[in-house]
């Protein structure tokens, strides 16, 4: 069930471009540049999409739980003050990144609802996307699971915590159906207890993947393991 959704369903990267686009005023402050490697202009909204993919591959590193815009800047090649025409502080970097997060996440998630009827295979699949976005975007699992965010606005904690409150609260109408086909005497309780297992779970996957270095699949055994929780 699961091997296919991870083939259709997770492959939504932040995809890297190659940088060919002239640095910003205030880049790198190099005064040396090659007239034979003239670059393009960026194009509209280019440079800020370029900033938070090397910050997602920056979140992949060891050590990458407190990342400095001066850090972030170096690794561009430009100044951090051609970063702050793009993003008014790192918390807006963050929440560009959890924005991509939630985008990508719940458009699979909105079309697994509407051609899946709602019981336990749909939840399994809505846990599968979920953790298969990991496994494809490992420096966004750090995000995902707070990691990252420690040392930024406690804002940008309470809505990756919304983010799986949502993910609960889809799984609660999936099981909920689920349990009341079983003929269970109280569907909305076993659903309920179920849709947060399954949270946890997921949450659990991906903490760990993160802390192993990224060495252990979060969709490891994962339709065994969902079993488990939808028997």
């Not at 760990?208 to 979060?218: E, H, L, N």
């Amino acid at each position: 069930m699961c091997q296919n959704l991870f083939a259709e369903g997770t492959e939504k990267k932040l995809a890297v471009h190659e940088r060919t686009e002239e640095p910003d005023a205030e880049d790198s402050g190099s005064a040396s540049h090659k007239p034979e490697k003239t670059r393009k202009r960026p194009k509209p909204g280019e440079r800020r999409v370029q900033i938070l993919q090397t910050l997602a591959q920056m979140l992949e590193q060891p050590g990458a739980e407190r990342i400095t815009t001066a850090a972030l800047a170096a690794k561009l090649s430009v100044s951090e003050a051609a970063l702050y025409r793009h993003f008014a502080s790192k918390a807006q970097m963050f929440e560009g990144l959890i924005e991509f997060i939630e985008s990508s996440v719940f458009t699979l998630v909105n079309q697994i609802v509407e051609r899946e009827e709602a019981g336990a295979q749909q939840a399994g699949k809505i846990v599968a996307v979920v953790l298969g976005f990991g496994e494809k975007n490992p420096g966004m699992v750090r995000v995902m699971v707070g990691d990252a965010l420690v040392f930024e606005h406690e804002r940008l904690i309470a809505r990756m915590n919304q983010f799986f409150d949502r993910v609960e609260s889809q799984l609660r109408q999936s099981l909920r159906a689920a349990a009341e086909a079983a003929g269970s005497p109280q569907p909305t309780v076993d659903g309920n207890a179920q849709a947060s297992a399954l949270t946890s779970f997921a949450v659990g996957r991906l903490q760990r993947y993160a802390r192993s270095g990224f060495k252990r699949s979060p969709t490891e055994h994962l339709d065994a393991a969902l079993r488990l929780f939808t028997a």
